[in-house]
């Protein structure tokens, strides 16, 4: 017998950020962040609320200024009179000390602080404004990501680096060099962050970078040498299918190998596509590895010579957007119903079995077949559709078999 493998997660620390736990033995939790200007309060609140109605349990904003600053209260204000208890995080570069200093409310709202220890300061003053954005962090109980990125490594631990390594018989490569500056500035500074008091239940690492084996080598590197949680991400993943692509490829192989405790997609938006489209791609990946589940799932084939007709294409889009719509009243009312399998397939060599492996499945004629739509259901023929009413019939038949199968009272 063939086995699958199990993923076993590297246990690490879980941390508390507002309602959300990660690490440990919790679920990876899904992380988007808002691309409106933080001051402007009505567009913030908005697509904070739609990033998380489409699934992100973390929404990340940049507060780079005063009224960034000033607007986070109000921001979240809006989100509890609207009904939503969302963890906002604070993305700080530069200013984040004299910031959280100078506005105490924005710092007690936010329900975790991203810092880059790359982008504050230089010598005694970058010592000075870490140890000014920890103690805020200790004074109101609140995590961080210490989020270290390839493009803004601290230049003295690298050229540090370089020197030694320029030294050796055999000098390593240059972006091993570069690597390792990105997880030692990770780790020393969450060494650091900790003698000044701050929990290691309360830090969580990031090591961005844009090459997906880059992205591999450093996170092994940092689960080898830590227990903190991890946040994954490509940085600058790209546009569309690149960068789809290349995040896929990368959290997948790490989440595969049980790295990895919250994840973002930092998808470059296409005209005129909602912002809401990084969230869904985590979803379909984590779903994909059966990290979890979020919506049912449908299978169809993609077409060939014997599906000359585009029927069973439209068919699997009209379910889709079916399910789609019914997800808020199915998950209120059907719970695990996110596990169904359903499978829309377009022809007689593949789609019977398929099928049946499906919880609901049809079946239909590929050109020259006969002008029938076998059913199945839990892995037996139930019903034969014909005529010109199918999409319908079998979308009635697919309500039903979740009112039947997923009831709270089941």
Same mark, same amino acid.
């Given at each position: 017998?063939?086995a699958?493998?199990?993923i076993e997660r590297?246990?690490?620390?879980?941390v508390?950020v507002?309602?959300v736990t990660?690490?440990g033995?919790?679920?990876?939790?899904i992380?988007? *962040?808002t691309n409106?200007?933080?001051?402007?309060?009505?567009r913030s609140f908005?697509?904070v609320?739609?990033?998380?109605?489409?699934?992100s349990?973390?929404?990340?904003?940049?507060v780079?200024n005063e009224a960034?600053?000033a607007?986070? !209260?109000?921001?979240?204000?809006?989100l509890?009179?609207? +009904? @939503?208890n969302? !963890?906002?995080a604070?993305? @700080?570069?530069?200013?984040?000390?004299e910031?959280?200093?100078?506005? #105490?409310e924005?710092?007690?709202?936010?329900?975790?602080?991203?810092i880059?220890?790359g982008?504050?300061g230089? &010598?005694?003053?970058r010592d000075?404004?870490f /140890?000014t954005?920890i103690?805020?962090?200790?004074?109101y109980?609140k995590?961080i990501r210490?989020?270290?990125?390839?493009g803004?490594?601290?230049?003295?631990?690298i050229?540090k680096?370089m020197?030694?390594n320029?030294?050796l018989?055999n000098p390593k490569?240059?972006?091993?060099?570069m690597?390792?500056a990105?997880?030692?500035?990770a780790l020393t500074?969450?060494e650091?962050?900790?003698?000044? +008091?701050?929990?290691?239940d309360k830090i969580?690492?990031s090591a961005?970078v844009?090459r997906v084996q880059?992205l591999?080598a450093v996170y092994?590197?940092?689960?080898?040498r830590?227990n903190y949680?991890l946040h994954?991400?490509?940085?600058e993943?790209g546009m569309?299918?690149k960068g789809?692509v290349?995040?896929?490829a990368?959290?997948?192989?790490?989440?595969?190998s +049980?790295? &990895?405790?919250?994840?973002?997609?930092?998808?470059t =938006?296409q005209?005129? /596509? #909602?912002?809401?489209?990084?969230v869904?791609?985590?979803q379909q990946?984590?779903?994909?590895l059966?990290l979890?589940? @979020?919506? =049912?799932?449908v299978?169809?084939c993609?077409?060939?010579?014997?599906t000359?007709s585009?029927y069973?294409? /439209?068919?699997?889009s009209d379910?889709?957007?079916?399910i789609?719509i019914?997800?808020?009243?199915?998950?209120?009312n059907?719970p695990?119903v996110?596990s169904m399998?359903v499978?829309? *397939?377009?022809?007689?060599?593949?789609? #019977?079995?398929?099928?049946?492996?499906a919880?609901?499945g049809?079946?239909l #004629? &590929?050109?020259?077949?006969?002008?029938?739509?076998?059913? @199945?259901t839990? +892995?037996k023929?139930t019903?034969t559709l014909r005529?010109d009413?199918?999409?319908n019939e079998f979308k009635?038949?697919?309500?039903?078999?979740?009112i039947?199968?997923?009831?709270?009272?089941?």
């Open positions: 017998m063939v699958l493998k199990q590297h246990k690490t620390i879980p508390q507002g309602n990660m690490g033995d919790n679920p990876v939790i992380q988007s *962040m409106t200007d933080t001051a402007d309060i009505e908005e697509q609320r739609d990033l998380y109605i489409a699934g349990e973390i929404v990340r904003l940049t780079n960034a600053a607007a986070i !209260p109000k921001i979240n204000e809006k509890l009179e609207a +009904g @939503f969302i !963890p906002m604070g993305c @700080f570069h530069y200013n984040g000390h910031l959280l200093s100078k506005y #105490p924005c710092a007690k709202t936010l329900a975790k602080y991203r880059n220890p982008n504050l230089f &010598g005694k003053n000075s404004n /140890e954005l103690n805020i962090a200790i004074k109980d995590p210490i989020g270290v990125n390839w803004s490594l601290d230049q003295k631990m050229v680096l020197n030694e320029a030294k018989d490569p240059s972006d091993y060099i690597r390792e990105l997880v030692m500035s500074s969450a650091k962050a900790v003698e000044l +008091g701050l929990g290691k969580i690492l961005k844009s880059d591999y092994e590197e940092l689960s080898n830590s949680a994954l991400g490509l940085t993943a569309g299918s789809i290349a995040s896929t990368a959290l997948s192989y790490l989440l595969q +049980g790295i &990895g405790d919250t994840i973002r997609v930092s998808l =938006p005209i005129g /596509e #909602p912002r809401t489209k990084e869904e791609i985590c990946i984590l779903q994909s059966n979890r589940q @979020f919506t =049912p799932e299978a169809a993609p077409g060939c010579g014997r000359t585009s069973f294409q /439209e068919l699997a379910i889709e957007k079916h789609k019914q997800m808020n009243n199915w998950k209120e059907h695990g996110e399998k499978a829309v *397939m377009g022809c007689i060599v593949n789609g #019977p079995g398929e099928s049946k492996h919880n609901i049809i079946s #004629p &590929g050109t020259g077949e006969k002008p029938v739509a076998p059913v @199945f839990n +892995g023929k019903h005529g009413n199918i999409a009635e038949l697919l309500d039903n078999y979740v039947d199968n997923y009831s709270k009272t089941n």
